[in-house]
């Protein structure tokens, strides 16, 4: 593995994904796909006046898929739902080959080191998955 393409925390979370379970009490669902990989992945949301509480997803798909979906969840859940479509903004900017400012990394956390996934064109939908499938369901809820 010491010549992955892959940083450390991609390789992480996809081999122990936290939040990759089915949530029971969520309040919203979405489905979101990636027909260029193959990558499937339902996201659920527990939303409470306005505020991330719970975010898990189940599904399958590429490691990049699966610790981008981890990633994501870790970041926005007790975030409100205008940061995260913040966050999503600028990761999906990240990914499409935007320059990122210190605050805007710092923002990301973890997510910021799949940077290099903005140079690997064939993983970028990949990555982009799962904050697509999240502007998805804040769009179609409403919020
Ligand atoms: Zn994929």
């Not at 527990?46 to 599904?59: H, L, Q, R, S």
Request: hydrophobic share 35%; charged share 30%.
């Amino acid at each position: 593995m010491g010549n992955s393409i892959y940083s450390a925390a991609l390789m992480d979370h996809n081999a122990h994904p936290d939040n990759k379970y089915d949530l029971q009490d969520a309040t919203y669902s979405h489905d979101g796909i990636n027909p260029s990989c193959g990558d499937e992945m339902t996201l659920k949301l527990k939303v409470n006046d306005g505020v991330i509480e719970k975010a898990a997803f189940t599904g399958h798909g590429c490691a990049v898929s699966q610790a981008s979906a981890d990633i994501m969840a870790d970041l926005i859940e007790g975030e409100t739902v205008e940061e995260a479509r913040r966050l999503s903004g600028l990761f999906l900017g990240m990914i499409q080959g935007k320059e990122l400012s210190d605050q805007d990394r710092e923002d990301l956390d973890e997510a910021a080191e799949l940077e290099s996934i903005s140079r690997m064109p064939a993983r970028v939908k990949c990555a982009e998955l799962a904050w697509r499938t999240l502007d998805g369901i804040l769009d179609e809820n409403g919020e």
